[in-house]
């Protein structure tokens, strides 16, 4: 797994992103036996293998 630290935020909606995909075709990244697409997000970004990036605003300190 990638050492990124994601929130539960972001990592819901990383796979929240990637089973949509999935689901209306896009190419798996590992080889599964036949799931849900959820299941498949989870597993793909379990491995670091999920092709999104996160971008964050760091906040000013004064």
């Known amino acids: 797994m990638i050492e990124t630290k994601f929130t539960r935020y972001e ?4 796979i929240g992103a990637r089973a ?12 599964v036996d036949r799931k849900e ?3 498949i997000a989870m597993m ?4 670091g293998v999920i092709p999104i990036t ?3 605003t760091l906040k000013e300190k004064n």
């Open 11 to 14: 990592r819901a909606r990383i």
């Open 20 to 31: 949509l995909q999935i689901s209306m075709g896009a190419p798996v990244l590992i080889k």
């Open 37 to 39: 697409p959820i299941d």
């Open 44 to 47: 793909e970004l379990e491995k």
């Open 54 to 56: 996160v971008k964050r």
